[in-house]
Nanobody
Framework: QVQLVESGGGLVQAGGSLRLSCAAS????????MGWFRQAPEKEREFVSRISRSGDRTSYADSVKGRFTISRDNSKNTVYLQMNSLEPEDTAVYYC????????????????????WGQGTQVTVSS
């Protein structure tokens, strides 16, 4: 089992940047593919990005491709989401999640594909 804690959210103007972090407890972080999701008010939770356990493979939602970058540091048990060129439509609570499936799944883009979740961090982008 792994516990996840997100940080780095906040209020930023459109066009600005934020870097989210997700710190994981335990010694098995490198055994999980990790994902970021977001949920805006009155909307379903949506996939943002995913990274393989070794960090050599990534995937992104079309809405963030070219603006967001996912990365991880297994020595620090942390996954990051660098968000650039933020838009008001990016406003949401952002969640990190861990997938214990022992192989890369590029199609793991729904919440049910993930086993562990953090509590979320709010990102608000003003216009």
């Amino acid at each position: 089992q792994v516990q996840l804690v997100e940080s780095g959210g906040g209020l930023v103007q459109a066009g600005g940047s934020l870097r989210l972090s997700c710190a994981a407890s335990g010694r098995t972080f490198s055994m999980y593919d990790m994902g970021w999701f977001r949920q805006a008010p009155e909307k379903e939770r949506e996939f943002v990005s995913r990274i393989s356990r070794s960090g050599d493979r990534t995937s992104y939602a079309d809405s963030v491709k070219g603006r967001f970058t996912i990365s991880r540091d297994n020595s620090k048990n942390t996954v990051y989401l660098q968000m650039n060129s933020l838009e008001p439509e990016d406003t949401a609570v952002y969640y990190c999640a861990a997938d214990r499936t022992p192989y890369w799944r590029a199609t793991a883009v729904v919440a049910e594909d993930y086993d562990y979740w953090g509590q979320g961090t709010q990102v608000t982008v003003s216009s």
